[in-house]
Nanobody, 116 residues
């Protein structure tokens, strides 16, 4: 059974830092990419950052320079350190793990709220 468990969400003040963690299990085949996405109610889920099995990161523009993705993709572990958080970063953050040609495997999500 595929399972992705996210943790680390919560309430943080603007300008603060939060680190999300994710652990994947039960995925058949080598994981080639792990990602973080986020979703605000009523809008489409958007990709935030990805980390390949080779250790190459990718960031969406708004995340570049503020967020840092790290982990061990082949082992199904990925973290997202979010710095200089803004109220517009408030969303449910989801972890995803993919094998080559395989489907997205999203976790249940963890709420991040940026508010004074």
């Amino acid at each position: 059974q595929v399972q992705l468990v996210e943790s680390g969400g919560g309430l943080v003040q603007p300008g603060g830092t939060l680190t999300l963690s994710c652990a994947a299990s039960g995925i058949v085949g080598p994981i080639y990419m792990m990602s973080w996405g986020r979703e605000v109610p009523g809008t489409q889920r958007e990709l935030v950052a990805s980390l390949t099995a080779g250790g190459d990161p990718w960031y969406r523009t708004f995340a570049s320079g503020r967020f840092n993705i790290s982990g061990d993709t082949p082992k199904g572990i990925v973290n997202l350190m979010m710095n200089s958080l803004k109220p517009e970063d408030t969303a449910v953050y989801f972890c995803d793990a993919r094998t080559i040609n395989g489907p997205h495997n999203w976790g249940q999500g963890t709420q991040v709220t940026v508010s004074a």
